[in-house]
């Protein structure tokens, strides 16, 4: 059974909109938590698990939107439930993630986990 990755990296609430680019198209989804390496996001239809988007959010009070490749880690969908406190999405992890777009996601994840 896969559950939810443990990554050891700190996960904060956040929701903003979003926008994720793949193959079969553009598809808007709003994030739910955030960490260094990657985002839980809604969506429908949920991608399966191996699917790759370029995805595009902004950060609190930054106009540079973050823009970067993901990929599905896993799911948790209606028949396949894995954490009942997520609404229904995926987790995505960041593939090619700029070091500068890392500092700022960081320095967020700190400041949220501090406040």
């Excluded at 955030?34 to 191996?50: C, E, N, R």
């Excluded at 106009?63 to 894995?82: G, Y």
């Amino acid at each position: 059974m896969v559950s939810q990755p443990f990554t050891g990296f700190i996960r904060v609430p956040y929701e903003p909109p979003c926008r994720l680019v793949g193959a079969k198209g553009a598809r808007e989804g709003r994030l739910c938590n955030i960490s260094v390496k990657g985002v839980y996001v809604t969506l429908a239809p949920i991608p399966d698990i191996g699917e790759v988007f370029r995805i595009s959010f902004n950060l609190p009070d930054d106009e540079k939107p973050v823009e970067v490749q993901v990929e599905v880690a896993w799911r948790n969908t209606e028949r396949d439930r894995k954490v009942l406190r997520l609404p229904l999405g995926c987790g995505l992890h960041f593939m090619d993630m700029a070091p500068a777009d890392q500092e700022r996601i960081g320095a967020f994840v700190d400041a949220r986990r501090e406040g």
